[in-house]
Every structure is written in C-alpha cells, then in structure tokens.
C-alpha cells in the first residue's frame, strides 16, 4: 500500500518529461511529495531519502511501462493521444513530448544496445521463482507436474536408493 500510494503521488506531480530524477528542477516537486506522504504515513525525516529514491524508481518504472505498452500500437504505429487510463496525469502536450523523445534516433539506439546487452547476461540469474528444488530438477531434466511441491530431502534420499 505505502508503495502504491508513493506511485499515484509521484505521477500527479512530476511529469513524464523528465529524464534524470536529480534534475534541479523537481526540488519543489519531491518536496510536495514528501510532505504529502508524511501527511498520509508517520514518517521519521532521516527516511525522506528512502522514499524520494523509491519514488525516482518507480518514476521511471513508469516511464518505461507508457513507453512498452501504450507508445505504439499493435501494428507499430505511434500512438498520438496519451493512454485513457492515464490521462487525468497526462496531458495531450506532454504526451507528444515524451513521445518525440522516445522516437528520436539517439534514444532509439541507446534502447537497443541495452535490450541486446539484457539479453546475454554475462553472469545469468538462475533461481527464479522455481526454488532450490525446482531448479535441480531441471539442470537434471526431470519433469515437474505443476503445482507439486517437493522435499528435497525425500528426493535426495530417492536417488541414492535402488528401485
């Protein structure tokens, strides 16, 4: 809840617009947000960095989330008018402004190195959400029936008893 209520703060008062979250311009900014969050939760000051960090995270969050699902259209077309569900916090000028820089080449291109260096981790993630368990199963190829949970201990001693 203390997560979701710094989102819907943060996106009525810091525009879409903005790139960089230290940019001196959203002094006054964060510190509506602040305030208004202290209003709202009991907040100690030495957590306002906390929570001003957690908001340029989810700012960006954001950001990212308008430009991967409501940018362009099914057939590739960029999309002129911002999203309904948003457009209380959006308007029709800032909108063509973050869509002017999310079209611009040198924007482009620095989005598609990204996506290809995430695409081949050097070091990849290997749990998951599958747990130590499930993820023995798999480097051994044993299927997994879904939704059945394992004791590794059970299936340790299994494997070292003859059947």
Known sequence: MFVSYIGAVVRQNVPITIDNWRD???????????NDIQTTFVLDEERKSYVLRVAGKIHRGFRSHLSNFYLKDREGN????????????????EWSAFVS???????????????ERA?????????????????????????????KVIDLTTYQNSKSTPQ
Do not use: C
């Open 24 to 34: 001196k311009a959203l002094k006054d900014a964060k510190d509506i947000i602040w």
């Open 119 to 147: 695409s081949n981790p050097k070091h990849p993630y290997k749990k998951s959400r599958m747990g130590y368990a499930r993820l023995e199963q798999k480097i051994e190829d044993k299927p997994v029936k879904k939704g």
């Open 78 to 93: 960029t999309n002129a008018e911002p999203p309904k569900i948003y457009q209380h916090y959006i308007s029709k000028d």
């Open 101 to 115: 820089k999310r079209s611009d080449p040198a924007f482009v291109n620095i989005s598609k190195a990204n996506r």
